[in-house]
């Protein structure tokens, strides 16, 4: 049997927004989006070189759901974006305005810096292995 995580759901305040973010400041690419209503889209994005996890975006419905824009974990890392070449990724994030609240360290599992998306999601930057 094998299983494989297929979409993560991100609730985000506006599609067009978190599109524009995900595409141009961290280079995911623009799997889907398809119009399902006029309130309602399915819009996924997919990191580059990813082949089977992707995010849906899925705009807030109502407020008990715009409560959780930002802050889906309670203030934990939500998502972790693995890398294979950490300093590449962070300097160009950096360059983009990508806001890091840790500074960049080495641990044995990798180098790793924290950094919030456009809602404030904490996010891992992590290259795998980086020094080994």
């Known amino acids: 049997m094998k299983q494989v ?3 993560i759901a ?3 305040k506006d599609y067009n927004e978190a599109i ?3 595409v141009n400041k961290l280079d995911f690419r623009l799997t889907e989006d398809t ?3 006029p309130e309602k889209r399915w819009v996924v994005v997919t990191p580059p070189g990813a082949t089977e996890c992707s995010l849906l975006l899925a705009k807030a419905a109502n407020e008990e759901q715009s409560k959780s824009i930002g802050n889906q974990t309670g203030g934990r890392v939500f998502l972790f974006l693995f890398t294979d070449d950490f300093d590449r990724d962070y300097q ?3 360059e983009r305005g990508i806001f890091f609240i840790r500074p960049a360290e080495v641990h044995d ?3 790793v810096s924290v950094f919030e998306d ?3 999601n904490k996010w891992d930057l992590i290259e795998p292995g980086y020094g080994k």
Do not use: H, Q
């Open 92 to 94: 160009k994030y950096k």
């Open 20 to 22: 524009d973010f995900y």
């Open 35 to 37: 119009v399902l209503s």
């Open 10 to 12: 991100l609730v985000v």
């Open 5 to 7: 995580i297929a979409r």
């Open 109 to 111: 599992y990798g180098k």
């Open 118 to 120: 456009l809602y404030g």
